[in-house]
């Protein structure tokens, strides 16, 4: 039973820092890609960043430059450090986790996190 629960959510000023977690159990983490999604009221949920087993990254355009996704094997744990937040951002945001490589697509992720409440005020 693979379960993931992220942490690190909360309300922050624009220009701020938050940096994210997602603890995952119930697998041989460093096999699995992850990734990080997210979804604004009203919008579909999207692509942020994702982290391949042998460490290959891919980012949404929207977050290049700001924001920082990293992994830690031994403790079974994705990072997002998100930096210099604009309100835009704000969102619920969902780790997600599947078999080898990354993907762009939330409908090609099996398992998911319930979510952390980003709030970016301006």
């Known amino acids: 039973q693979v379960q993931l629960a992220e942490s690190g959510g909360g309300l922050v000023q624009a220009g701020g820092s938050l940096r994210l977690s997602c603890a995952a159990s119930?697998?041989?983490?460093?096999?699995?890609?992850m990734g990080w999604f997210r979804q604004a009221p009203g919008k579909e949920r999207e692509f942020v960043a994702a982290?391949?087993?042998?460490?290959?990254?891919a980012y949404a355009d929207s977050v290049k430059g700001r924001f920082i996704i990293s992994r830690d094997n031994a403790k079974n744990t994705v990072y997002l450090q998100m930096n210099s937040l604009k309100a835009e951002d704000t969102a619920v945001y969902y780790c997600?986790?599947?078999?080898?490589?990354?993907?762009?697509?939330?409908?090609?992720?099996?398992?998911w996190g319930q979510g952390t409440q980003v709030t970016v005020s301006s």
């Open positions: 982290i391949n087993w042998s460490g290959n990254i």
């Open positions: 997600a986790q599947r078999l080898s490589r990354s993907s762009y697509y939330p409908n090609e992720y099996p398992y």
């Open positions: 119930g697998r041989t983490f460093s096999s699995y890609a």
